[in-house]
């Protein structure tokens, strides 16, 4: 199961030595509600989702759930989801991390967990909800895709790389952390012990197959996905509605200077860790798209703005004025205005100001990885749907001066299987590590590569 902040879709995987195979079983809508002003997920119909995707997949090996991070639910003392998940685009965080700070100042959580600062991180949310009687309530804190695998198995833990997320971790012990949690007030007792990826989580009752922890963080499985060559110097974007620049590395960096230029430390697949930055990502063009309705084309879209003039107007694609949902082309508009240049003059030279903007970011953020971590990138990587955004990889690779593979698109489904398949015994001993892995994407998966321009 590989489920996004938009849709669901269950994917039926054949993996072997020299196999590697997808075929979708079933998408569905994963869409908020607003329930007495509190924006949440419909965690009903999300199970149902996944519930009658199994059905349809079947026969199945096994099983795996990768989602998006920082949300989660609440379950009381009978195991019972008390309300349904809060969306992390709700407002109730907005002021939050100020208060979260007068009790653990940012540069020590920073320094105990390595985790950016983003006001809708886990750690703000359970703030925000702590005077609730929903949370009063709680005996236990599940994050999303543990959630899920709590009630296909009836056994709960938290695996680790969506665990990192949440502000609440300690990277290096692998552990909770007990001073954070004491300065928030919050029971270690909520928190379910933690699981690392290829960890058999439990037995789904009702399809008769096990279910294996996974990067249950998407990025983290898409991340185990990118199809490096074994020595690679590679940076990767995780590129969907969310854009997750960053490069791999075997320990956190969590210096002053890092914090400051907000690089996150997340946990990845075999005990690396994924120092990446958020960037906003393709969300900037999925609500233009649903701004301008049915009538938009897309591929009419990218074609008009590749003809369009380059960087006519430059946005910072991080700004938060673009987290909310709303009408994205007036803001984007506005931005530009803000800052002294143009304001696109129709829908195509809105979309090329996207994109240059988001190539900008993935320069910037990549310029910078390289400086704090003292990392070579010899090419950049570019997996998710936004693989599939040709002018998107173009102006990434005149961006940043590096080659850009693009694919696979796939890839949090992809390493979600893989990681599935290795816990399986699938691969035998000896060509087990992420490298083997990622050379059976590199073998199977189609693949393009963009070259800088020239001038």
């Not at 506005?334 to 829908?347: M, N, T, V």
Request: proline share 6%; with cysteine; charged share 20%.
């Amino acid at each position: 199961m590989d489920l996004g902040a938009s849709t669901g879709r269950v994917i039926r995987g054949v993996v072997g030595p020299d196999r590697l195979e997808l075929t979708e079983a079933h998408r569905f809508p994963n869409l908020p509600t607003t329930t007495s002003g509190t924006l949440r997920w419909d965690f009903a119909a999300l199970e149902a989702g996944v519930r009658e995707g199994l059905a349809l997949a079947k026969p199945i090996d096994g099983i795996g759930i990768d989602t998006w991070a920082v949300d989660y639910g609440l379950l009381d003392a009978a195991g019972a989801l008390i309300e349904d998940p809060v969306h992390y685009r709700d407002g109730r965080t907005e002021d939050v991390p100020r208060h979260v700070f007068e009790r653990i100042p940012a540069d020590r959580l920073y320094e105990l967990t390595g985790i950016q600062h983003q006001p809708f991180n886990t750690i703000h949310q359970l703030y925000a909800a702590r005077d609730t009687a929903s949370f009063k309530a709680a005996s236990q804190v599940l994050m999303i895709p543990d959630l899920l695998s709590y009630r296909l198995t009836g056994i709960a833990g938290t695996e680790i790389t969506n665990a990192s997320t949440t502000g609440l971790l300690d990277p290096i012990s692998r552990s909770w952390s007990t001073e954070i949690s004491s300065a928030l007030d919050l029971d270690p007792a909520l928190f379910a012990p933690l699981r690392e990826p290829g960890e058999l989580a439990g037995i789904a009752r009702d399809f008769g197959a096990p279910v294996y922890t996974v990067g249950s963080h998407d990025t983290a499985s898409a991340v185990a996905a990118v199809p490096a060559a074994a020595g690679e110097d590679f940076a990767y974007i995780s590129s969907g509605t969310w854009s997750l620049v960053g490069v791999e590395l075997p320990t956190p960096v969590r210096t002053e200077a890092s914090r400051a230029a907000n690089f996150t430390n997340e946990l990845g697949v075999d005990g690396t860790v994924r120092y990446l930055r958020n960037v906003m990502g393709l969300w900037l063009l999925q609500e233009c798209l649903r701004n301008w309705g049915p009538s938009a084309d897309l591929s009419a879209l990218l074609a008009a703005a590749a003809r369009a003039p380059a960087r006519r107007s430059v946005i910072d694609a991080a700004d938060p004025i673009f987290l909310a949902p709303g009408d994205m082309p007036a803001r984007i508009a506005k931005a530009c205005i803000d800052s002294d240049q143009p304001a696109p003059r129709d829908r195509p030279e809105t979309v090329r100001c996207i994109l240059d903007s988001l190539a900008e970011a993935y320069r910037r953020a990549l310029q910078e990885a390289v400086a704090l971590t003292g990392r070579r990138v010899e090419q950049v990587h570019i997996v998710g749907g936004g693989a599939q955004n040709e002018l998107l990889c173009q102006l990434t690779a005149d961006a940043t001066g590096l080659p850009v593979i693009a694919g696979p698109v796939e890839a949090a489904a992809i390493g979600n299987l893989l990681i599935q398949a290795r816990a399986a015994g699938v691969f035998g001993a000896g060509r087990t590590g992420l490298a083997n892995l990622r050379d059976l994407v590199a073998r199977t998966q189609p693949l393009r590569r963009f070259e800088p321009s020239c001038g």
